[in-house]
Nanobody, 125 residues
């Protein structure tokens, strides 16, 4: 089992920045590729980005490319989502998720085994 806990959400004005953190415990963090997803009210969970265990492979959804940056610190068992130039449409609950590294990265929520509880990000316009 992998336990994931997100933090760093909050209320920010459009154009502002936030950094989300996701702390992992329970298994060897570097054995997992990590993903970030978000879900707005009334919408399906949406892929934001993913990072491989080594940080060599990082992918983003087109909607956040150039504004969001994913990174990880395996020594701290933590993955980060730096969000800049935030827009009102970025408002959602943000989740991190883990997937065994041996099976590669994935852009679909169905491909992830472990999930955090989510952290709310609200962008006011």
């Amino acid at each position: 089992q992998v336990q994931l806990v997100e933090s760093g959400g909050g209320l920010v004005q459009a154009g502002g920045s936030l950094r989300l953190s996701c702390a992992a415990s329970g298994r060897t963090f570097s054995n997992y590729n990590m993903g970030w997803f978000r879900q707005a009210p009334g919408k399906e969970r949406e892929f934001v980005g993913t990072i491989s265990w080594s940080s060599l492979n990082i992918y983003y959804a087109d909607s956040v490319k150039g504004r969001f940056t994913i990174s990880r610190d395996n020594a701290k068992n933590t993955v980060y989502l730096q969000m800049n130039s935030l827009k009102s449409e970025d408002t959602a609950v943000y989740y991190c998720a883990a997937r065994p590294a041996r099976i590669g990265v994935a852009h679909s929520a169905a491909g992830y085994d472990y999930w955090g509880q989510g952290t709310q990000v609200t962008v006011s316009s």
